[in-house]
DNA sequence: ACGTGTGAACCGATTCACAGCA
DNA sequence: TGCTGTGAATCGGTTCACACGT
C-alpha cells in the first residue's frame, strides 16, 4: 500500500529539484554495487553538502540508519515514490525541426520515465516522416490528439515567433505543463507550469562570470 | 573611453542572469518603434516585477528619469556594455550528435554575439561533415586548435559516458566556461564555470510541481 | 564513534515603503 | 503626479551545531 510519505507539508522548491539528481546518483551507485551509502560519499559527485542531502530527505521521512547511512536500493525506490517514476508519464513534442528532432531522440528522458509519445509540426515537409519510433504529426489536429491522449505535458520547440500562440493552444488542449525552449517569456495562466531552457542566456550567464572573476 | 559603469562591487548573481532577458526585451520594443519605458510597462512581458528591474539596475548606475521611465536606445547600449556582448565570444562545440548539430544551426547564440567556431566530434563518419559554416574536426586536434585560437567557452554535448573525460581535457585546453547538456556533475577545478541544461530533470521538476498543486 | 535528523542562526535575494527628482 | 532609486524588512533556502540512535 503506498502511503504518502511527505511528512513535512512545505518542501521548498530547489529540494525537488534536486531530488531527480539524488536518483541519479543513487543509480549509479547501485550499478556499481554499492549496498550502503552515507550522505558524505554520495555528495562527493553531486556537488552539494552532506546536509543539504539529508535536509532534503528529511522533508519526506527518515531513510537513512544513523551511524550506518542508506541503503541504496531502499533510497532509490522512495525517491522513485516521491517523484511518480514509476509510472510512465507520456509528453507532446511541439516543432520538429533541427532541435525537436534532437529531443526526439534524446535518450534521457527515459531515466525519469517520461516518454515523448507524439509530435506535431506544421511543415508539410516533416509532416508524417518518421524520426525514431514517433511519426511527426500534423500541428492541425494536435488539440485533438492531445486532449484524446489526455497529454498533460509538452515540450516547446517551434520558432520565437510562433512560441506564445502555440503555447496557448497547448492551454487549451489541456497541457499543464511546458519546456520551453524558445528565448520568450511565455504569459499563461498561473495554473500552468513553465519551465525555460535559454540557452544563449544561460551562455552569456557563465560568460558574465567568468568575466568578473 | 568605456568607463566601468559598475556602481556597487556585489552584484547578486540572479541579477546579472536576468540582464540578458531585459535586453531581450528592449530590443523587441526598440523593433516595435517604442522609444521610452517604464520598469512597469517592461515587466508585463518578462515575469519580474517593476521593483526587481529597478533594483537589478541600479547595481550598475543610475539609467531612468524620474517621472519617466527609461531611453530604451539608451539603456540597451548600457546592458550591451555590462554584458560585452559588443565584442563577438568565440565558442567550441564538443560532440557533433544530434543535440550538437542543432546547437551548430541555433541561430539564438547570435542574439548575444556568441558565435560557435569550430566543431569536434571523434566519430569518423562525422569528422570533416559541414554543418552549416562550420566543418567538423577531428576531435584529436582539439586540444591544440582550441589553445591557439585561445577560445575559453565549450558547449559540452559529448555522451555522458565521456563527459567527464573530455572536459578535464577542455580545461587543458584552457577552456573557462562550459556549457553541459551531459547528466552528470562535472567534476572540475573552482576556476571553471560550468553551467547544466538538464533537460530531463527539469522536466521531472515540472510534473513534480503538477503532481503536487 | 559514526552518521542521521533537525531547530536555530545565517545569508542571499526579493519585496516593501518611501525619499527624491522631473 | 508619476516613476525612479534604495535602505530596511522580509522571505526562502542553506549551513551550523548538536541531540539522538546504532
Keep these: 500500500m503506498t502511503k504518502s510519505i511527505i511528512k513535512s507539508n512545505y518542501i521548498p522548491q530547489e529540494t525537488a529539484r534536486r531530488l531527480s539528481l539524488y536518483l541519479r546518483g543513487l543509480r549509479n551507485l547501485k ?24 535536509k532534503d530527505l528529511s522533508y519526506f521521512g527518515e531513510f537513512g540508519k544513523r551511524g550506518v547511512g542508506y541503503d541504496v ?29 534532437a529531443l526526439l531522440a534524446y535518450p534521457g528522458f527515459l531515466e525519469f520515465n517520461l516518454k515523448i509519445c507524439v509530435a506535431f509540426d506544421n511543415a508539410k515537409t516533416k509532416i508524417g516522416k518518421l524520426c525514431g519510433p514517433i511519426k511527426i504529426e500534423d500541428s492541425k489536429n494536435m488539440r485533438s490528439a492531445i486532449k484524446k491522449r489526455g497529454i498533460k505535458i509538452a515540450v516547446l520547440c517551434v520558432p520565437l515567433e510562433y512560441a ?31 519551465s525555460n531552457v535559454d540557452m544563449a542566456s544561460e551562455l552569456e550567464g557563465l560568460i558574465y562570470k567568468l568575466s568578473r572573476k
Tied chains: 1, 2.
Design 31 to 54: 550499478q556499481d554495487k554499492i549496498l550502503t551509502v552515507s550522505s558524505q560519499q554520495i555528495t562527493r559527485f553531486l556537488n552539494i553538502t552532506s546536509v543539504q542531502f539529508r
Design 73 to 101: 536500493e531502499v533510497l532509490i525506490n522512495e525517491i522513485e515514490k516521491i517523484l511518480g517514476t514509476n509510472v510512465l508519464r507520456e509528453i507532446a513534442l511541439v516543432g520538429a525541426g533541427k532541435l525537436g528532432s
Design 164 to 194: 506564445q500562440k502555440i503555447s496557448e493552444l497547448l492551454v487549451r488542449s489541456g497541457i499543464r505543463a511546458i519546456l520551453n525552449f524558445a528565448p520568450i517569456n511565455l504569459v499563461l495562466p498561473k495554473r500552468v507550469f513553465v
